[in-house]
């Protein structure tokens, strides 16, 4: 059986200084090392009602200000 890595996302703001949290890129290697260097990673929308896919072309680098503003 093939499995994948699916992450469940949402809207939790719409602007970044009204995420409470998140990961660093630390945070989200050392999760990962986990997994099989093989399987997929998938992110679903809606409950799964639709899907999409992780390409590091679409990875891009935003100012979000001082750290004070967090």
Same mark, same amino acid.
């Given at each position: 059986?093939? #499995?994948?890595?699916? %992450? =469940? #996302?949402?809207? *939790? +703001?719409?602007?970044?200084? !009204?995420?409470? =949290?998140?990961?660093?890129?630390?945070?989200?290697?050392?999760?990962? *090392? !986990?997994?099989?260097? /093989?399987?997929?990673? %998938?992110?679903?929308?809606?409950? +799964? %009602?639709? %899907? +999409? =896919?992780?390409? *590091?072309?679409?990875?891009? /680098? #935003?100012?979000? +200000? $001082? /750290? $004070?503003?967090?």
């Amino acid at each position: 059986m093939k #499995t994948a890595l699916v %992450y =469940s #996302t949402f809207r *939790e +703001g719409y602007r970044i200084d !009204q995420i409470r =949290s998140t990961m660093t890129v630390g945070d989200l290697i050392c999760f990962l *090392e !986990q997994f099989d260097d /093989e399987m997929p990673v %998938y992110m679903d929308f809606d409950n +799964g %009602y639709t %899907y +999409g =896919s992780f390409d *590091e072309h679409r990875f891009g /680098e #935003t100012d979000i +200000g $001082e /750290e $004070e503003d967090f």
